[in-house]
């Protein structure tokens, strides 16, 4: 089964493992844009192990990774892009739960823009579902599909997203908000006035509350 190369930081406690956060990066970044957040985090989640994983392809930019070209954003080429990718994810996830002994729900999934996309489309379809989703200035890709192939019950959705975005703008998660709502999923959305494309202060307290829910 496919996997993805990582880097960990964690569990603060120095204890073994009890939960698996797993952060997924944006376009043309790598798992070095995103591991401070376990730091961030550490706190809220002490026994946790944070992996940052590397997307699966070199971008076409010719720097960093991808989890699937964007060349063309139709949004059937965008579908057969995420789930081409999600494989990927899936096997990176087993094997690390499997790795660590842990139970194979003792996980949450965080991503950032198009990692954002990832983890919300395989998050809400894997057969065994995380306790929490954090999409930071995502969207939802192929909504069609989702009540049909969604895991029952789904797992808590955290949208956080910059009004002031022009990489990817906040109405992508507003749509995002009310089609998950409309599938039957718990939303909580907050939208930041003034934020570009990017994480603050702020999204960073908000993911450590989602995270301290999803896990208690």
């Known amino acids: ?43 809220a989640c002490p026994d946790a192990l944070f992996a940052a994983v590397d997307a699966p392809f070199v971008c076409d930019f010719g720097m960093g990774r991808q989890w699937w070209s964007v060349a063309d954003r139709t949004p059937a080429v965008m579908e057969a ?13 087993d094997a690390e739960l499997a790795r660590l002994g842990l139970p194979p729900d003792a996980y ?28 930071f200035s995502g969207a939802l890709v192929a909504p069609g599909s989702l009540s049909a192939e969604k895991t029952a019950p789904s797992p808590p959705v955290l949208l956080v997203h910059g009004e002031a975005d022009d990489v990817v703008p906040a109405i992508r998660s507003r749509d995002a908000e009310t089609m998950l709502r409309a599938a039957g999923v718990t939303v909580e959305a907050h939208f930041i006035p ?3 494309h ?19």
């Open 108 to 135: 949450a999934l965080m991503g950032f823009s198009q990692g954002a996309m990832m983890v919300l489309f395989a998050g809400l379809r894997r057969p065994v579902p995380p306790r929490a989703i954090l999409a």
């Open 194 to 196: 003034g934020l570009g």
């Open 1 to 43: 089964m496919p996997t993805l190369d990582a880097i960990h930081f964690g569990p603060a406690s120095k204890a073994a493992s009890r939960q698996l956060v797993v952060l997924c990066h944006g376009l043309g970044a790598d798992a070095h844009d995103l591991i401070d957040l376990g730091h961030a985090w550490a706190q």
């Open 81 to 93: 892009g995420v789930r081409a990718a999600a494989p990927y994810l899936h096997g990176f996830l």
């Open 198 to 216: 990017g994480i603050d202060d702020t999204g960073i307290a908000l993911g450590a509350l989602a995270l301290q829910r999803g896990f208690s």
